[in-house]
């Protein structure tokens, strides 16, 4: 045998294994321990129209590893509830082809099928097995009727998948000829990790999303530091919600609904999430709708309290550069100063991470530098995204840290 293939042998082996079911009679199961703890997440939004009789077969990347995974569907902008009568989760080999064996049906309450009303979320039950971490789930989705206003995920930076037709159960690839660049009524998956295992959510805009990584290899800064996470032995911290929408605002809605609008659903909602890392307020600054300085301290001291009154711990980060951007102009940046003034020195949040002095120009701090730059002089590159996780200190996240008593 060639070692190429053996190689390709032992890693399908592992990943059939990665969510395999144990025979085990219920009588004799153990109660679950662990924590559980989110996994994966993308913020929800207006995805134009439900289409019946229509599957997707949607690709994400888990975080933290552990068992009895399950999933969210989310119908938050539906005007009318919708129906999921097949999901099921397994492990991507390659394009739509998933890891022989690996496919699992999930159930809601015990049954397949489940209806979503407007306006709602439904989690399904536990799928038992493992599911391990820096995985490619694979989550497929049927609705026989699904109309109105759709709920998803516009921008993914990830190639998924869809069929007409109800081919969830399918491993192979063959009918599922159509690629989509959105995650469709899916925005969350859970885990059981090891105890007191944590999770952060990045509260964001399109510089979070990704916009300007590479597509479908995972190089947003939330993914590089799930890796720094995954690695470390100093904090409970593993699991990374990334809550970020492009053009997103904290002020407005528009762009999706304002961070404030959006905190409880997006964020606070999830298991596990002991820290939110809000990074956010570009948006707001560039567009010359007349918000002030003042107004972003507002609502960021909004945000900061009604984290805090939930039990969560925040940590701040500063606006980074974009002179050079289109909109970028002296009051606005004026605005970016002060603003940056207020999360480093208020002592309002838990911890501070300085995106701005990480990706600015030491020639010209209201700059991007080079090397960082995507191309459009205010979104990162793969390597200023790195250095964006590079810069967050791993233990200003733990969930065992205090908070501060915050000076709002």
Known sequence: MRAGRGRGCVLVALAVAALAV??????????PAGSEVVTWGASADRLGEGVPDRAYRLVVHTSVGGSDLRVRLSNAFGDRPVTFDSVYAGVQEAGAGLVRGSNRQLVFGGARSVTVPAG????????????????NLVVSVHSPDAAGPATGHGMSMQTS????????????????????????????????ASPGTGAVAALGDSITDG????????????????????QSTTTTVKGVANEGISGNKVLADGAGQSALHRLDRDVLSHPGVCTVFLFEGVNDIKAHTGVTAQDMIAGYREVVRRAHAAGKRVVGATVGPFKG????????????????????????????????????????????????????????????????????????????????????
């Not at 144990?22 to 109660?31: G, H, L, S």
């Not at 020639?363 to 191309?375: N, V």
């Open 22 to 31: 144990q025979a085990v009679p219920a009588t004799a199961r153990a109660a």
């Open 120 to 135: 709602a979320t439904v989690t399904s039950d536990p799928l038992p097995g493992r599911v391990a971490a820096g995985t």
């Open 161 to 192: 998948y869809v069929s007409q037709g109800d081919h969830t159960a399918e491993d192979s690839p063959a009918n599922w000829g159509g690629t989509i660049g959105s995650w469709f009524y899916l925005d969350a998956v859970t885990v059981r």
């Open 211 to 230: 916009w300007q990584s590479s597509t479908d290899l995972n190089r947003r800064w939330p993914d590089y530091l799930a890796r720094r996470l995954r």
């Open 325 to 408: 951007w289109s909109e970028w102009d002296p009051e606005a940046e004026a605005v970016r100063q002060e603003v940056n003034a207020f999360i480093r020195d208020s002592g309002v949040f838990d911890a501070v991470t300085d995106f701005d002095r990480a990706l600015r120009s030491p020639y010209d701090h209201e700059r991007i530098l080079p090397f960082f730059d995507g191309g459009d002089h205010l979104h990162p590159n793969d390597k200023g995204m790195q250095a964006m996780a590079d810069a967050v200190d791993l233990n200003s996240l733990d969930c065992s840290a205090s908070s501060a008593s915050a000076k709002l």
